[in-house]
């Protein structure tokens, strides 16, 4: 399970969208790049709808949950 307060790129506050993890600096849930990921879009087109991200905050994103899949897990 990923420990997103160990993503630089990303900030989680209890009174901004739920409490839910977002792009640092903005509005935009981390969650909805993996559901335009899966839903087909590219990361151009993410980028183009949700202007506020920057595109080393994706790749930050993208790498830490690479990362993560790849973590032994801890018993």
């Given amino acids: ?5 160990n993503c630089p790129e990303v900030e989680s506050h209890s009174d ?9 600096e903005t509005r935009v849930p981390v969650r909805s790049l993996f559901e335009n990921l899966e839903d087909g879009a590219t990361v151009d ?12 905050q994706v790749e930050a994103v993208l790498e830490f949950a690479s990362a ?7 018993a």
């Avoid at 087109?45 to 080393?56: A, S």
């Avoid at 993560?68 to 801890?74: E, G, I, K, T, Y």
Wanted: charged fraction near 20%.
């Fill in 45 to 56: 087109e993410f980028l183009e709808w949700f202007p506020g991200v920057k595109r080393h």
């Fill in 68 to 74: 993560s899949l790849a973590a032994p897990a801890v």
């Fill in 16 to 24: 901004r969208v739920s409490g839910a993890w977002v792009f640092r």
């Fill in 1 to 5: 399970m990923n420990e997103w307060s």
